[in-house]
Nanobody
Framework: QVQLVESGGRLVQAGGSVRLSCAASGRTFSRYAMGWFRQAPGKEREFVAAMSWRGDITNYADSVKGRFTMTRDSAKNTVYLQMNSLRPEDTAVYYC???????????????????WGQGTQVTVSS
């Protein structure tokens, strides 16, 4: 069993920055691939970023490349999403997720992930 808790979501002006955190507890964290997904009102959940359990491979959605950076601190059992140059279309509930089956390239398919956090709201005003 894995528990994930996101934090850091807030209201921010376009062009600003937000740093999200996801703290994990339960099973061995260092062996989980971790992902970030987001869901806007009335829209389907979409992939944002993911990182291999070693932290050596990162996968980003095209819409966030160059603006978002995912990092991992295994000692703290925490992953982060640094979001810069935010746009109104980035407004969504952001979720972190753990993939217990992958130790290679981090996957973008939400159905590959086994555990999910409760989500944290990020709102970008224009």
């Amino acid at each position: 069993q894995v528990q994930l808790v996101e934090s850091g979501g807030r209201l921010v002006q376009a062009g600003g920055s937000v740093r999200l955190s996801c703290a994990a507890s339960g099973r061995t964290f260092s062996r989980y691939a971790m992902g970030w997904f987001r869901q806007a009102p009335g829209k389907e959940r979409e992939f944002v970023a993911a990182m291999s359990w070693r932290g050596d491979i990162t996968n980003y959605a095209d819409s966030v490349k160059g603006r978002f950076t995912m990092t991992r601190d295994s000692a703290k059992n925490t992953v982060y999403l640094q979001m810069n140059s935010l746009r109104p279309e980035d407004t969504a509930v952001y979720y972190c997720a753990a993939d217990l089956s992958s130790t290679g390239y981090p996957r973008a398919n939400e159905y590959e992930y086994d555990y999910w956090g409760q989500g944290t709201q990020v709102t970008v005003s224009s």
